[in-house]
Every structure is written in C-alpha cells, then in structure tokens.
C-alpha cells in the first residue's frame, strides 16, 4: 500500500513508520493520521513483523497538529459543535491507543523537534532514542491548551510528576542531553547512527519468542497502573502459566541450552 504523508517500509522483521511531510517538520494532519492508523493496523497483523519503529523525514520528527490546517477549517465550521469537533480531532485517541496496544515492541528514533501532539507520539512508543539533534517541547501550554494527546498520562510516568510541570509550566525547549539525564529517552546517539542504533536494538528482541514480547509489554504497562503488588503478581503469574504452553518458549529453553539462535513461530 502507497501513503501521500508516511512510509512504511519492512526489512527482515522490522517494520519502520516515516512520518513524511519534512517541509513542515511532519505536522500532523488528518489524513496524516489516518494513514498512520492504516500503517499501524498493518503492521499489526503481520506475522513477519517483530518490532516495529518510528521517525521523521527530514530535520523534525513531529512539530504537532498543523495549526494552520486546522484554524483554516474550524474558520469553516457552521456551527460550535462542528468547530469544537474539527479542534479535537477524533482520530489521535485511536491513533495513541493503537501505539499503544499494538502486540510488538515499538521504538522511538526521535530524529529532531518533537512538540505538541509529536511529544504524544514519542511517549506512547515502548522506548525513545534520541539523535544528538533531538529537542522537546511540550506547546500545548503555549497556545493556552492542557497538555493532550495523552502526555498528561504518559509523561509524569516517564520522569515523575515534578518534572513533567516543570515542562508543562514553562514550554522550555529541552535538547538530547537533559532528555536522558531526567529519563525522558532510553539514550541518545549520534545523528548518523540513529536508525542503526534503533534496528540494533529491535535485532536484540529477536531473541525474544514474539508473544513472550506482547504479553510482558501488557504485564508491565498494566503494572505501571495498577495499585497494589499482589494482583499484579498474579497476573504475572497467569502470564507465565499461558507461555510455559507455548512451542516458543520451549525453543526459547532449547535454543538457549544449544547456544544457538532461537527459530520462533510465534506459537
């Protein structure tokens, strides 16, 4: 399937999502996101497909909604209802929790600005790894708006609630270094190396029987939630009792003991 606004492109179990408007840094538009959503739902149901990641074209990862697309058609808008629909677009919530959801690991190579609903985007990935060149802002505020697209939710639990207002009170620009040194991105690299760094890692998870991968990304999300200690072990449990009965895991122990690389099927 051809996209006007992203590439996805496969390449030996890795699945990479380009976000491809780099004249304005990859602003989001409507159809943007559904194309995404389109991108995503695919890599979802391919079975070849281990890790998924996602970047931008050009010097910007994402600098957020087009807000000059969206005040051009809210101008339009007939009504309040209509206006207040077009200013909240219904697309990102699906888009998010399909980042979210999706039964792959997913990864973050934040080549450049992130802002705005990019900041959203970058948070809702598994792991971030910055370019040298990475910046980080959350804008929202800015434009008198609550932070949104999920960064309300995603970022106090990636750096603590502290740090997530201090962003949010004062719109500061943050560059690669002070993104890892409050824990906001897993590393930063060089510019150069960045999508190398990134398949490196998606490569590492090849080790891991893909379900093995899916269901852990569920316990841990869900641990991150949930309030006390015991039911998540539980859950743990319930998980491992399910994996012990798969052929994977069983060619995970073998492989292992042989010191060999595993062949999954992903059963």
Request: charged residues 35%; glycine residues 2%.
């Given at each position: 399937m051809s996209y006007q606004y992203i590439l996805l492109e496969k390449e030996e179990g890795i699945a990479t999502?380009?976000?491809?408007?780099?004249?304005?840094?990859?602003?989001?538009?409507?159809?943007?996101?559904?194309?995404?959503?389109?991108?995503?739902?695919?890599?979802?149901?391919?079975?070849?497909?281990r890790v998924l990641i996602l970047t931008g074209a050009g010097r910007g990862f994402c600098s957020g909604a087009d807000v000059g697309t969206v005040a051009e058609r809210t101008e339009m808008a007939e009504d309040e209802p209509e206006r207040a629909l077009l200013l909240q677009p219904v697309a990102t919530p699906r888009l998010l929790a399909l980042m979210r959801n999706l039964n792959k690991p997913t990864i973050c190579a934040l080549n450049g600005v992130a802002a705005g609903a990019g900041t959203g985007l970058a948070l809702t990935c598994d792991i971030i790894i910055a370019s040298e060149q990475a910046r980080f802002r959350i804008a929202f505020t800015r434009m008198g708006l609550p932070p949104a697209d999920g960064i309300s939710y995603l970022l106090p639990r990636r750096i603590g609630t502290h740090r997530a207002l201090e962003l949010v009170y004062t719109n500061d620009m943050i560059d690669a270094i002070e993104m890892e040194r409050i824990g906001l991105v897993n590393k930063v690299v060089p510019?150069?190396?960045?999508?190398?760094?990134?398949?490196?890692?998606?490569?590492?998870m090849f080790q891991i029987p893909p379900l093995t991968l899916a269901l852990s990304k569920q316990c841990i999300y869900k641990g991150a939630a949930t309030p006390d200690i015991e039911s998540q072990i539980i859950m743990d449990n319930l998980v491992g009792s399910t994996l012990a009965r798969t052929e994977d895991q069983r060619e995970a122990q073998r492989s292992f003991i042989e010191k060999r690389e595993p062949l999954y099927r992903g059963k």
């Open positions: 999502i380009i976000l491809n408007r780099p004249e304005r840094l990859n602003a989001l538009i409507p159809q943007m996101r559904v194309e995404m959503r389109e991108a995503l739902e695919d890599v979802a149901a391919d079975a070849d497909i510019h150069d190396k960045l999508i190398g760094a990134a398949k490196e890692m998606a490569r590492k």
